[in-house]
């Protein structure tokens, strides 16, 4: 058995992973300033981030190692890989977003995501 890894997935994995706690440090940055932290709420952010990471890796790793087993989606037959790597990207696009528009209220800039000018 021939198994290949596709690294460009497990460099947007791992980029999903930042992204998720990027986005939960600058959450916490804001309620730090409004002085609502919740200590319980962070580290359980961190928490979840971190399985669904491994979870995602998990099930990218049973996809790369079965390449045959497939899914049905509204109709649509796809791979338990496809499927995966769908979802990490939609992941990765939905954290990059949250992100920069953390980032942007931060330094008061207005940005606009939905591709109009």
């Known amino acids: 058995m021939n198994i290949m890894f596709d690294f460009q997935m497990v460099y947007l994995g791992i980029g999903l992973l930042g992204l998720i706690l990027i986005n939960i440090l600058l959450g916490s940055i804001n309620s730090f300033l409004e002085r609502k932290f919740d200590k319980v709420k962070f580290i359980n952010g961190i928490i979840k981030g ?42 990765f696009t939905y954290y990059a977003k949250e992100v920069l528009i953390k980032l942007s209220s931060f330094v008061n800039a207005k940005i606009n995501l939905n591709g109009e000018y």
């Open 50 to 91: 971190v399985i669904v990471t491994i979870s995602f890796i998990g099930v990218y790793f049973i996809g790369v190692i079965v390449p045959n087993i497939s899914i049905d989606i509204n109709g649509q037959e796809i791979t338990l890989l496809m499927a995966i790597n769908v979802i990490i990207l939609g992941g």
